[in-house]
T-cell receptor, first 113, second 115 residues
Framework: KNQVEQSPQSLIILEGKNCTLQ??????????LRWYKQDTGRGPVSLTI?????NTKSNGRYTATLDADTKQSSLHITASQLSDSASYIC????????????FGKGTHLIIQP | DAGVIQSPRHEVTEMGQEVTLRCKPI?????LFWYRQTMMRGLELLIY????????DSGMPEDRFSAKMPNASFSTLKIQPSEPRDSAVYFC?????????????FGQGTRLTVV
């Protein structure tokens, strides 16, 4: 069964610190992996998308990595800001229709001043 | 474009009542998706449409749920009768297509509480 597991479930860090969120998946075949940021009370917004051949992709202070061999991805946040407080959702696409997308349950990140 | 617009933002209803959620996708997007989000299960795809035609409704939990897309700019998700376990945040999303690298843009969601 296709699954996406994210860790930790929740994380609290101080403003200015770095953190790394993990995503492990068993989805097969694999087309791409996307990280979404979901602010409280809002819909998810895409941060990055990575295909099979990409190892690293950055979007400002967000850097995503992908190891397709071990089926692991991480999202690294550098110099965290209060506005980074949100849920971060990992979504894996096997390459078919939208019904094949597999969502992780997310990591809830809280940045404290 | 204002993005995907959902209404209402919040809905509180009594068990057994009919609930209708509304969505206006981004103009020009051919795909429209309805998702449900709960703490326990995360985001789940309920149904999606391509050019107003339902493509896959296997995620619709029960016959109490129905969705329509009468035209390219409007879709509804209806629950009749509603039950407390339907309480969740329901998201509508739209995209240019459903495959590969195309991003789906989400609305702000409707928080449904059934008491």
């Amino acid at each position: 069964k296709n699954q996406v597991e994210q860790s930790p479930q929740s994380l609290i860090i101080l403003e200015g610190k770095n953190c790394t969120l993990q995503c492990n998946y068993t989805v097969s075949p694999f087309s791409n992996l996307r990280w979404y940021k979901q602010d409280t009370g809002r819909g998810p917004v895409s941060l990055t998308i990575m295909t099979f051949s990409e190892n690293t992709k950055s979007n400002g202070r967000y850097t995503a990595t992908l190891d397709a061999d071990t089926k692991q991805s991480s999202l690294h946040i550098t110099a965290s800001q209060l506005s980074d407080s949100a849920s971060y959702i990992c979504v894996v696409n096997p390459g078919g229709g939208a019904d094949g997308l597999t969502f992780g349950k997310g990591t809830h990140l809280i940045i404290q001043p | 474009d204002a993005g995907v617009i959902q209404s209402p933002r919040h809905e509180v209803t009594e068990m057994g009542q009919e609930v209708t959620l509304r969505c206006k996708p981004i103009s020009g997007h051919d795909y429209l998706f309805w998702y449900r989000q709960t703490m326990m299960r995360g985001l789940e795809l309920l149904i999606y449409f391509n050019n107003n035609v339902p493509i896959d409704d296997s995620g619709m939990p029960e016959d109490r749920f129905s969705a329509k897309m009468p035209n390219a700019s409007f879709s509804t998700l209806k629950i009749q009768p509603s039950e407390p376990r339907d309480s969740a945040v329901y998201f509508c999303a739209s995209s240019l297509d459903s495959r590969m690298n195309t991003e789906a843009f989400f609305g702000q969601g409707t928080r449904l509480t059934v008491v």
